[in-house]
């Protein structure tokens, strides 16, 4: 069983990355207090890039955006996107193998992690954790968000569990609409 089992079809990328999403889950809204100027970001499960392309806009010119997926397809749709916003130059596309995020290169190197509706995917959690924390500094961030719709408040409670098993800490709980959000930071020695 590969870390990536339960994947969303290519095909819905484009209604994730749809504009009216933005009525219920508006990127700059939820990531403004977390996303500075200059910053290194992973956007795992990026999709198409609805949240990619408003975090590119937001670490400006010296920041980046490491795009992740497991899907070739999303991929492309996230580069023709990023390319017709002129975001493409702080943009780095990923696609992952089925068993790792493939991210050995960026050890201690990002700032932020964004897992938006991506966990409940995942059969290997504690490696998809593990792997993330390893990719940030101190005092990096990492900010998962279930749906509602899929995940239980049982199941989210366990991926938190799994989370801080893998070196994370709770810093609060978070309000999205129609979500289970959670902001965590890296434990410490």
């Not at 938190?160 to 810093?171: D, E, P, T």
């Amino acid at each position: 069983m590969g870390l990536h089992d339960r994947v969303c079809p290519w095909w819905l990328g484009y209604l994730l990355a749809s504009p009216l999403r933005r009525f219920l889950q508006d990127p700059e809204e939820i990531l403004k207090p977390y996303i500075k100027e200059g910053m290194s970001v992973i956007d795992v499960g990026c999709g198409m890039g609805f949240f990619s392309l408003p975090i590119a806009g937001m670490v400006g010119e010296r920041g980046r955006v490491v795009c992740i997926d497991l899907q070739e397809k999303m991929i492309r749709g996230l580069i023709k996107r990023a390319e017709k916003a002129g975001l493409s130059g702080r943009i780095e596309p990923r696609t992952c193998p089925n068993d790792s995020l493939n991210v050995d290169d960026l050890s201690g190197k990002i700032d932020f992690v964004l897992a938006f509706a991506l966990v409940h995917e995942v059969p290997d959690k504690e490696r998809l954790f593990s792997e993330i924390h390893c990719t940030m500094n101190e005092p990096g961030k990492l900010l998962v968000v279930e749906p509602k719709g899929h995940v239980s408040r049982k199941d989210f409670e366990k991926t938190v569990s799994i989370a801080l098993n893998a070196g994370f800490k709770v810093i609060r709980n978070i309000d999205i609409k129609r979500s289970y959000a959670v902001l965590l930071g890296m434990a410490g020695l």
